[in-house]
């Protein structure tokens, strides 16, 4: 199993990013994902998930914001960031029981 994180760096507040996750490994489309980040001295924070038939969910902090989607042809998970804040400064991780190695989003 792999999950592989991209797209993270650094933006200004109200800014956008997009992070992708590929997968490998396993039989994606059968899975619910989620997306999960940690900030520095913060426990791990579960932001979104998708179903392997595509209901979401959403936490409070990042509803309205952020959206989840999953291409299952191309076995890659994305999480959409609009409207970024100083507090969404966190290490991104995709993950359903695995994780990936996480990617940097700074945003200041």
């Known amino acids: 199993v792999q999950l592989v994180e991209s797209g993270g760096g650094s933006v200004q507040p109200g800014g956008s990013l997009r992070l992708s996750c590929a997968a490998s490994?396993?039989?994606?489309?059968?899975?619910?994902m989620t997306w999960v980040r940690q900030a520095p001295g913060q426990v791990r924070e579960l932001l979104t998930a998708?179903?392997?038939?595509?209901?979401?969910t959403w936490a409070d902090s990042v509803k309205g914001r952020f959206t989840i989607s999953r291409d299952n042809a191309k076995n890659t998970l994305y999480l959409q960031m609009n409207s970024l804040k100083t507090e969404d400064t966190a290490v991104y991780y995709c993950?359903?029981?695995?994780w990936g190695q996480g990617t940097q989003v700074t945003v200041s």
């Open positions: 993950a359903f029981g695995y």
């Open positions: 998708v179903t392997s038939d595509g209901s979401t």
């Open positions: 490994g396993f039989t994606f489309s059968t899975y619910d």
